[in-house]
């Protein structure tokens, strides 16, 4: 025991470098995942027959296949089409495409839910329909989809991990270093394991803080209608 | 060409082989634990909670390379097999979470009533609580199949045969990067809908009927 | 006088600091239907729970046919077998067409051979006017429908004692009169019942005795003539005014409706 610990104190700036890459990869897709999935969302919801048929097709692909397989199509596969792009770009976009797919339904969710009634409540007003989704219809949503939406960040956080087989030096990439080095498999790989359950740990603190600051009174989050 | 097409089937004989393995052993282990967590005592009921939050904490790929580091250090297993097992324990985990709220879902009146004309804790389990909760889980659980199905893809990392390594030598082969992996996202786009699709109609059919 | 079916002496029910019953004495004879009364929350039902072990108590005793089955060691599933419980919220087995419902007491618990079980299901069905609707699931049948099913399934086990907790509480007006009736004829049929309810006419006209509970105490029992017409205690006199005044309006809008 405590052998595992003097291990892990001996590493722990590499750990915490790995970790660092890691929590930026996770902010970077969280971000670029929440762009996509509103986009892809609003599409679906009040697009046209074309933009539905588009973000509906992205969503299906990107929920219906491996991060791992979409990492390696864009960083090995893309070249092939003579698009060559960094594995740190490549990473970025696997990971964001990956969770706006996912973030895209999390917000359909709670955009059906407010929808109808609120829509014809703005439009009554004489709001436009992109106003009222604006104005109206994205804060209620948005708020309602907290809980459920908190999933992601977590589940981003761990599928980022994958990345390391296309060389970003992220805190998997720093185990098989250090399992390299140490000749110590389990031992690293634990280290690492106990590396991300304090981020998950810490990440999913913040995550109900937020949860709790942003309720509005009297309006749950079961989608109740309005 | 054909034949490079049979190769990368083969690989899709071994990714639907590894979920074959590891879906089934997470459901039995994950029920246990659901069990145990909801019907056993506060120290067990403490530990299938630290269980489940361990497992679920860390990505898939971490626990999978720290299972099979042991598992096939200790017993020997092939590739195969301690990652396909190690998909299975980290399912597990997942799966436990999604029995537990059905179990709850199902809830303590029935329990009662079936206590009420006799039945002991086992047989209210047995007989009433879980076929009920079983029927409920499915929605979700056919949500974790998916993603099993989807996570298979980390054996890779192992060096297991399945559809992605073979996407990579087929790639190298021909030099068509983009259709060799092109082709293993399809493989894996076909069997995730296959297999939502064929869980949304067993869904269906066990149905329990309503007012018409 | 022959020894009473079931008793419970000094049985008492402590939650945290409040005390739900104490010294409880309460004798009930074969083929009696017993009637409890009394404001909501004085813990008639959990009396109820308290008599098929199903809740724990906290003193006292309770004895069927003579034995008492709260002494230790003494198997809750088996005296379970013998005292037949029907719910508020009928708590049907969701997963069980009508007919399995009363089925799978007689084959899972009291390990009957399967053809003997569908005979007594069915003639338990048919005792509560269900037959017919023998494979629906609850989900397809109204609440008086499933509470009837209830009543049967608790039947067929051919309990000693039958215990009905607010049968009524939870139905739609219209379709508390069909389980009544099925109460009423099993009372006429000599089960010995004791009935939880608020139905003060049915209390009148099928009670051999009424019991009325007061935060957590018997405050009288008696015959339905001697409590509404020589009640003892102001407190039930005041409390059986204002349900029957309450039951003379329901009597008087049935007439009208007519």
């Known amino acids: 025991m405590s052998d595992f610990y003097a291990f892990f104190v001996r590493f722990l700036p590499d750990l915490l470098k790995g970790a660092g890459i890691t929590l930026l990869l996770t902010v970077q897709g969280l971000v670029a995942g929440f762009v996509l999935g509103l986009l892809a969302t609003l ?133 098989k270093a250090i399992a390299a080095r140490t000749y110590d498999p389990i031992g690293s790989y634990l280290a690492v394991a106990l590396v991300y359950l304090a981020m998950v740990y810490l990440l999913d603190a913040v995550l109900r803080w937020i949860e709790r600051a942003s309720r509005i009174p009297g309006f749950e989050s079961e989608g109740k209608k309005a | 060409m054909s034949s490079f097409f049979t190769y990368i089937v083969q690989g899709t004989a071994i990714t639907i082989a590894v979920t074959l393995v590891a879906l089934p052993f997470g459901l039995i282990w994950g029920l246990l634990m659901a069990l145990v967590h909801t019907y056993g005592g506060k120290l067990l009921n403490r530990v299938a909670a630290a269980y489940s939050l361990l497992l679920r904490g860390v990505p898939p790929i971490v626990l999978l390379f720290i299972l099979y580091f042991i598992l096939s250090g200790s017993i020997n297993l092939s590739p195969f097999w301690a990652g396909s097992l190690s998909l299975g324990i980290v399912s597990s985990a997942y799966q436990m979470e999604i029995l537990r709220g059905a179990l709850l879902a199902v809830g303590g009146g029935q329990m009662t009533a079936a206590r009420a004309l006799g039945m002991s804790r086992l047989q209210s389990i047995q007989y009433i609580i879980l076929p009920q909760a079983l029927r409920l889980a499915i929605p979700p659980w056919s949500n974790e199949a998916s993603i099993v199905l989807k996570d298979s893809s980390l054996v890779y990392a192992l060096g297991v045969p399945e559809v992605l390594r073979r996407a990579q030598q087929l790639s190298a082969t021909t030099q068509q990067p983009f259709l060799a992996y092109g082709a293993a996202a399809l493989i894996y786009f076909v069997l995730v809908f296959a297999v939502n699709r064929g869980l949304d109609y067993v869904s269906e059919r066990t149905k329990l009927p309503t007012h018409p | 006088m022959t020894n009473p079916i079931l008793e419970t002496r000094n049985l008492t029910k402590v939650y945290g600091q409040n005390t739900i019953f ?206 509404f017409y020589h009640p003892k205690h102001d407190r039930t006199r005041e409390f059986l005014w204002k349900i029957t005044e309450l039951y003379g309006k329901k009597e008087k809008e049935k007439g009208d409706k007519a």
């Open chain 1, 43 to 175: 599409a679906r919801t009040y697009g046209s027959k074309f933009w539905r048929g588009l973000a509906v097709g992205y969503i299906e692909l990107f929920r219906g296949t491996p991060l791992l397989v979409q990492l390696f199509l864009i960083y090995y596969g893309l070249p092939g089409l003579g698009i060559t792009l960094s594995r740190e770009l490549s990473a970025f976009l696997a990971l964001g495409l990956n969770s706006g797919a996912y973030q895209a339904e999390y917000l359909r969710g709670s955009i059906l839910a407010i929808g109808d009634n609120q829509m014809m409540a703005g439009r009554s007003i004489g709001m436009s329909k992109w106003k009222t989704i604006w104005y109206v219809i994205l804060p209620q949503a948005l708020r309602l989809a907290i809980p459920a939406w908190s999933n992601e960040p977590v589940s981003l956080l761990k599928s980022t991990g994958v990345v390391f087989l296309i060389a970003v030096p992220e805190l998997m990439a720093k185990a």
């Open chain 3, 22 to 227: 104490k010294n409880i004495d309460l004798k009930v004879n074969e083929g009696e239907t017993i009637v409890i009364i009394g404001p909501s929350g004085t813990g008639k039902s959990t009396l109820l729970r308290c008599i098929n072990l199903l809740t724990s108590h906290d003193g006292g005793q309770v004895f069927l046919d003579g034995n008492e089955i709260t002494a230790k060691g003494y198997n809750e599933d088996e005296v379970r077998q013998q005292i037949g419980m029907v719910f508020q919220n009928f708590l049907l087995f969701n997963h069980l067409t009508a007919f399995d419902n009363v089925m799978i007491g007689l084959t899972r618990v009291k390990k009957m051979p399967k053809e003997q079980a569908k005979a007594k299901a069915m003639e338990e069905l048919n005792r509560v006017g269900l037959a017919d609707r023998a494979d629906h699931y609850p989900g397809q049948l109204s609440g008086g429908q499933q509470q009837r099913v209830a009543i049967a399934r608790a039947l067929a086990m051919d309990p000693r004692v039958m215990l009905f907790d607010e049968p009524t509480s939870a139905l739609d007006p219209e379709l508390i009169g069909e389980v009544l009736g099925v109460m009423a004829k099993l009372a006429r049929d000599r089960m010995t019942m004791i009935v939880v309810t608020h139905e003060m006419g049915f209390a009148r006209e099928v009670a051999d005795r009424i019991v009325f509970m007061e935060k957590g105490n018997i405050v009288e029992e008696g015959t339905p003539d001697d409590l």
